[in-house]
C-alpha cells in the first residue's frame, strides 16, 4: 500500500516536495482493533501547523518519516471490535495512507471512528459540510450573534469554511459578502446565492468591497488575516463583531511575522468601532451543528460545492494549492479508493 510521509519541514507555503509516496505492507487488525482501507482524504489547512520545523504551542507536530496527518472517510475491511463489522464507512484522522489500523477503545478527544450512514448523505460529505468545516461554519455564525439585515463579510469565502458560513448567514437574514481570489471564485460565490463577492488579488479590492456592503460591514466570519483583514477593519461599522476562524496568511510565519507590525491597524479599530473579536473551535459546535445543515440541505437552503482530485499521490499538490492559490470552491477532497 501508499502512504505519504513528510520528507522535510515546510518553510513559508508547503511545497509537494516537502512530502514523500513510500510503499509498506498493509497492516493487519490485532485484537480490538479494526483495518480501515481509506476511501476519501480530506486537505484542511489546519494540518500545516503539524510539518513546522518548530512545535508551536498545543499544535500537533510530524517527525521526519511520520505519515502526514489529514481526515478521511473509510471503509471497514477487517474488524475485531463489537462496535464495527466489515463494509461499515467511518470517518476519522488515519493520515494520507491507503489503509491504517485504529484502535477504537484508544480514542482521543475526538473519540472513536464515527460510523456514517451512506443512505442519508454521500460519505465524502462528512469531511466537509456534515463534518469538521461544516460544524465550524455553524460555530462562527452562531459567535457573530448575527440580526437579520447585518452585513457579513466571510474572507476565504470560496473555501469548504466560507462557502457553508456565507449561506448559513443568509439564513440568518444577514446580507453575505464573500471574498475570494479571483473573477471565478466571485462569480462562484454569486452563483451560490452571496450577496456580493470581491476580488481580494484585484488591484481594486477595497472598491469592490465597498460596493458589496454600501453600508459598510457590521459581522467578519475571518479565515485569513492578513491584508483582507486589514481592508476589512477599514469598513467595519460601530458595534462590529469578529469570528476569528483560521489566520491562513500567517500559517507558515512561526509565532511572529517579518512585519511590518499591524497591532496599531488592530488597536485603531477596536478602539475606533468597538470591535469585539472571538475565537472559537468548530468541532465544539458538535452534533447540533450538523442536525441543523442536514435539514437546510434536505429544505433546498444550503448547497455544498465539492471539488475532487483522484489518487493518494494526488495530496501533497492538492495541499500545497491551498496556500498557494488554486480555481478548485468548496471543499477540495483527494478521491483515494471506491468503495469495495
Ligand atoms: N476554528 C476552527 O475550528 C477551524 C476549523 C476549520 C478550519 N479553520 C480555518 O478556517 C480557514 C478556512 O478553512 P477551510 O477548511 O475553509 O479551507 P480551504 O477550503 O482549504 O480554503 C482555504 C482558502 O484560503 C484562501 N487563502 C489561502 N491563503 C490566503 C491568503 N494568504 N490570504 C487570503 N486567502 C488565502 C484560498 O482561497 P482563495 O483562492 O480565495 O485565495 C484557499 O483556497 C483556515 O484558516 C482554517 O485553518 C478553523
Known sequence: ???????????????????????????????????????????????????????????????????????????????????????????????????????????????????????????????????????????????????????????????????????????????????????????????LGFDGAADYKAPDFAAQLKAAAPNGIDCYFDNTGGDVTLEVFKQLNRGSRMAMCGYIAYYGMGYEGPGPDHMPALYRTIMGTGLEIRGFAGFMAGQKALDDIAGWISDGKLTYPEAVVEGIEAAPQAFASVFSGHDFVGKLLVKVAEPA
Open 1 to 191: 500500500m501508499k502512504q505519504i510521509v513528510l520528507a522535510s519541514y515546510a518553510k513559508g507555503n508547503p511545497r509537494p516536495s516537502d512530502f514523500r509516496v513510500e510503499e509498506v505492507p498493509i497492516p493487519t487488525a490485532g485484537e480490538r482493533e479494526i483495518l480501515l482501507r481509506t476511501l476519501w482524504l480530506a486537505v484542511d489547512p489546519l494540518f500545516r501547523f503539524a510539518i513546522d520545523e518548530v512545535r508551536l504551542s498545543g499544535a500537533l507536530h510530524l517527525q521526519l518519516g511520520d505519515v502526514m496527518v489529514g481526515a478521511t472517510v473509510s471503509e471497514v475491511i477487517a474488524s475485531n471490535h463489537p462496535d464495527y463489522k466489515p463494509g461499515d464507512v467511518v470517518e476519522g484522522r488515519t493520515g494520507w495512507r491507503e489503509y491504517a489500523v485504529v484502535a477504537p477503545d484508544q480514542a482521543d478527544y475526538r473519540g472513536p471512528p464515527r460510523k456514517l450512514d451512506p443512505s442519508l448523505a454521500p460519505v465524502s460529505t462528512a469531511l466537509g459540510v456534515l463534518g469538521m468545516p461544516g460544524q465550524t461554519a455553524h460555530g462562527g455564525i452562531e459567535t457573530l450573534r448575527i440580526k437579520p439585515g447585518e452585513t457579513v463579510a466571510i474572507s476565504a469565502a470560496a473555501g469548504a469554511v466560507g462557502s457553508i458560513a456565507g449561506q448559513i448567514a443568509k439564513i440568518h437574514g444577514a446580507r453575505a459578502v464573500g471574498i475570494a481570489g479571483g473573477a471565478g471564485k466571485v462569480q462562484a460565490l454569486l452563483d
